[in-house]
Every structure is written in C-alpha cells, then in structure tokens.
C-alpha cells in the first residue's frame, strides 16, 4: 500500500523492520494488511495484536490521544475495543507514530451484516450509555465532532449539492433544519467516538462484537454517536435502541436525526469518487449510506 503522505510505501517488510527495532519480540509473528483506513492504517500482528501505523495524518495527535485515553475507557465500556500496548516511536526506518494494540474479533460491517437487530440495538445502547459519561476538563475537544448541528452547515451543503437524490432531497432539508433548530446539549460534555459507521463497528454472529477507531474521540454532545441508530442498526431498530438508551431527550434526537443524515450522505459520496483530502472510494459504501438515508427519512 502507498503511503501518500510520504515518500515511501508501508509495507509488511517495513513493519516487520521497525518491530525488529523497537519490539523484537514481537517481529517473528505474521505480519497482515487490514484493509481500509486513511489517517492510520492496520496491520495485523499474530492473532491477538495489531500495529496501527500512522499514515495520512501529519500530526501524531490521533495515535497519542488513543494512546492516553482507551486504557482509561476500555475496562468500563461493554464491548472490546483496541487497546494499546505497547508504543513504536518515529525511527531512521520510519518517522511517524506506530502502536501496538489488541486486535478486535470480528468482520467489519460495511463487509458484513446485522441479523439480530434487536440484540444489536441493546447492544449499541448499553455501549453508548456506558461511553457517554462525563468526560475531563483535559478530554480532548473538535472542531468536527461533538458540536452542534449548526456548526457542520457547510459540510452539510457540500455532501448535499454532490449526492442527495432529487426525490427525497425536500425531506433531507427538512430534517437537517429541524437538526439545525433543535436546542443545544445542556449537559457536561461527553465521551463520544464520534466517528460511528459501518467500517468503524465490527460484527459477529449477526449483531455488534466490537467498535474501533477511536480517532475522533472527543468530549461534546452524545447525539454524535445516537445517528448510529440510523447509520448503523436495521431498519425500525432506532426505536428500540432509543427506548434502551433511555438518556435522549426530543432535542437529541432531532440532532441526532440531522446529523445520520450528513453521515449519510457521506457514505454515498465515498462511494462515488469520495471526498477530498481522503484518497479514493468505497463503492460499496454508496447503498449502505442510501438504505441508512432512507431510515433516517423513516424515522425507522
């Protein structure tokens, strides 16, 4: 895989090197790509670990904010998530950021699929419910994530003049200016991942095993990750996860609503010539973010 933010390519052999320099003891075990990902991207280390190499970004924020602050959530949160264990420092070989994380079972679901829609909604819900508590006064915050549906406007915009479908685009409108309106998050602000959709949520028989790619978390409004009702659960599931989830109020999920249109919006675009700054598509994400668009016009 090319690295396109510098000047040579990741490759096993290169990952394999910098283990042998770093962690030995590690560096015997197989070495295999994970497909996707942008900003870092995965290797697969044996059965149990994973290396997350810093790819895209040009600032190691991401993998230091994951490093400082999944060990404090993981041991509360209901389902796995990477964990990092062990830490890889820029080098001769390679001059970014690399972390050796646990590796999360399970099938990527913009790969797979959720039979089980009932257990995937309490499933989501309990997992939400146990992030979204009170988050530090150094958690990090986001300029893109978090925030109030007003603030995304001109993302909003852009996704919508590229791919909504002109059958349904007065009803996108009016959900996002209902979005737009509703009040602001009166609580403290809250761990959210931020950042939830098929390719960042694995399955396993038929329902949620794990969430990865904590790159966006932050501290800011809940309704961020409530649009995974929409975005990613089966049809008339967003009910029952709300009932379970049981700590949204009628402003949050108007937010909630505008904001899995935007995601889902994003998922069409990507599946068409993706967005700028972010190399290629995903053809596959194109129906999926459709059928999460339809639910959110549902209300499903």
Known sequence: MTDTGTDFEITADLVRDVLREQHPDLAGLAIREVAGGWGNQM???????AVRVQRMDPSPEVQLKERRWLPVLAPRLPLPVPVPVLFGEPSERFPKLWTVMTWVDGEPLDHGSISRGVHA???????LRALHVEAPAEAPVSADFGVHPRDCTDGFESFFQAVVPDGVAAEVRVVWDDAVAAPEWEGPPVWVHGDLHPANVVVSDGTLSGIVDFGALSAGDPAWDLAAAWV???????????????????????RARGLAVVKSL???????NGVRGLPGGKPHWGPE???????????A
């Open 289 to 299: 973010g459709r059928a999460a668009l339809d639910r959110v016009l549902k209300g």
């Open 232 to 254: 990613l659960l089966p049809a008339g599931m967003a009910s029952r996860f709300f009932d379970v989830y049981a700590h949204a109020d009628e402003a949050a999920i108007r």
């Open 266 to 272: 994003f998922l069409m675009l990507m599946g068409q």
């Open 121 to 127: 909604a309490d499933t989501l819900a309990g997992f």
């Open 43 to 49: 290797w697969r280390l044996g059965e149990e670990l």
